[in-house]
């Protein structure tokens, strides 16, 4: 199986300080990455280079088999490539309806077109298939997204990408802030899209929520990854060793060994 994402020898400067250091990645079809580090490890930046926030000084980004280079997260998501940041990009004073379609709104034609006033009932009723289609329900998607839960508002950012037909999905601390039931449900949509076929990349401090759902998981320490392991066959506290850079795989033709 040929990886839909393929990152070769990416290099990201800041001045003199390198960001991120000569990193490969490959993301597969319906499977969960996660991308694990502590602050300061490279990971927030490296998906920066793959959605067209930065532009990496090196390296290659191959997207379904193409050479890529996004210069602004709107070629990205125009390929496919949809990213949920911690702040999830939504309009508050808006309804459900109007975030999904949020940049994308649809219009009525009226007097022949002389007026273009916004379609709002058709972009809620497609709000509303999108939700359905991942089993959320909303008793109201009239409301202001101000006045859901944080849960509810990573449904809608998750819905908007799936609908938008997304076919790669990076997150970024998604059950950050959120309540135990929330983060359970955030979680369930996360295998959804697995199940669906549509590969996440997870970053996540929250060690728990990087084994209940993820496959493999890439640790990254100082800009450089420092291993690549299946979930399954790691512990949290040899992750945790790998994060804080006590261990690395990188060196010495791949042997593991200690760097403290």
């Known amino acids: 199986m040929d990886p839909i994402l393929s990152i070769r020898g990416m290099v990201k400067r800041f001045g003199g300080l390198v960001a991120v250091n000569s990193v490969d990645l490959d993301v597969y079809p319906g499977e969960v990455v996660a991308l694990l580090g502590d602050n300061g490890a490279g990971k927030s930046t490296l998906i920066k280079c793959v959605s067209g926030v930065h532009q990496a000084d090196e390296g290659s980004i191959d997207f379904h088999g193409q050479r890529v280079n996004f210069s602004r997260p709107i070629d990205a998501q125009r390929q496919g490539i949809e990213t949920i940041y911690q702040d999830l990009a939504l309009a508050n004073n808006l309804d459900v309806g109007a975030n999904i379609f949020l940049g994308r709104e649809?219009?009525?034609r009226v007097l022949g077109g002389l007026f273009r006033p916004l379609n709002d009932q058709y972009m809620l009723d497609e709000a509303k298939a999108a939700l359905?289609?991942?089993?959320?329900?909303f008793p109201n998607l009239a409301q202001p997204i101000e006045s859901l839960?944080?849960?509810?508002r990573q449904a809608v950012a998750i819905a908007r990408a799936?609908?938008?037909?997304?076919?790669?999905?990076?997150?970024?601390?998604?059950?950050?802030?959120?309540?135990?039931?929330?983060q359970r449900k955030v979680l369930e949509l996360i295998r959804k899209l697995r199940d669906q076929g549509v590969p996440v990349v997870l970053i996540s401090h929250t060690l728990p929520d990087v084994f209940?759902?993820?496959?493999?998981?890439?640790?990254?320490?100082?800009?450089?990854?420092?291993?690549?392991?299946?979930?399954?066959?790691t512990d949290t506290q040899e992750v945790v060793q790998y994060m804080v850079g006590a261990l690395d795989d990188t060196h010495e033709g791949g042997e593991t060994r200690g760097t403290a």
């Open 106 to 108: 649809v219009q009525k």
């Open 212 to 233: 209940a759902v993820s496959d493999r998981l890439i640790v990254m320490h100082r800009g450089r990854k420092v291993t690549e392991k299946k979930t399954s066959e």
């Open 162 to 182: 799936v609908y938008w037909e997304a076919k790669m999905m990076i997150m970024d601390e998604p059950t950050n802030n959120l309540g135990v039931p929330e």
């Open 132 to 137: 359905d289609a991942l089993e959320i329900h």
């Open 149 to 152: 839960s944080g849960g509810q």
